[in-house]
């Protein structure tokens, strides 16, 4: 009589029968042949075995345990997982989807991220610079000075216009190089005038 477990393998009955009665080898209790996806973790070959061959829970369909990285997104686990490790793009390398006020800068899509989401901080609550401003020290189209302020009679009128008289133009510690030159330039520019006047 054929008995599962007897370590006799019966070619019609049974897979396999390796004289025990434990499912976590490479025969099961019943006598046949333990694979991926019966639900039986085999020891040493699978890290897990959840009976099914759906790759987005928690135990993929090779038997392998899902993990941030491996480009299947894990319901309930990930929000998003591209297989990189890109802090720029639109998922982060936590398998979390990336958002405006994360602090992580998407490349072509944010013009800033300071890892908030408040106006007028330097980085707008939508991640976009704030508009160009006469007086805020940064040099933009259509203004021929910015001094960072909105005195008139220091060289740069409130208007971020070059003025024809006055005093010294300050250079905003912001405004870096660029704003220092251009600082200097006007202050030729008004001594020259001065003196042929």
């Known amino acids: 009589i ?5 370590g006799v393998v019966h070619a019609s009955v049974e897979a396999c029968d390796d004289g025990n009665n434990v499912d976590t080898d490479a025969c099961l ?9 019966d639900g039986v973790v085999q020891a040493g070959v699978e890290d897990c075995d959840d009976g099914n061959q759906d790759d987005t829970d ?5 038997c392998e345990i899902a993990r941030c990285g491996d480009g299947k997104v894990h319901a309930g686990v990930e929000t998003c997982d591209d297989a990189n490790f890109n802090e720029a793009d639109a998922c982060l390398p936590t398998c979390v989807a990336a958002t405006c006020g994360d602090g992580k800068l998407q490349t072509g899509v944010e013009s800033c991220d300071d890892g ?11 991640c976009t610079l704030p508009p160009a401003a006469c007086g805020d020290g940064h040099l ?24 024809s008289d ?31 006047a």
Request: proline share 0%; glycine share 18%; net charge negative.
């Open 2 to 6: 054929a008995t599962c477990g007897d």
């Open 29 to 37: 209790s019943t006598c046949v042949s333990s694979t991926c996806g």
């Open 58 to 62: 928690a135990c993929l369909s090779n």
């Open 116 to 126: 908030n989401n408040i106006d007028g901080d330097g980085c707008q609550g939508d």
């Open 140 to 163: 933009d189209e259509g203004e021929t000075c910015d001094d960072g302020n909105s005195v008139n009679g220091d060289g740069c009128d409130s208007t971020c216009a070059l003025e």
């Open 166 to 196: 006055g005093g010294c133009c300050q250079a905003s510690s912001s405004g870096g190089l660029g704003a220092l030159l251009l600082s200097l330039g006007v202050m030729i520019v008004l001594a020259r005038r001065r003196r042929a």
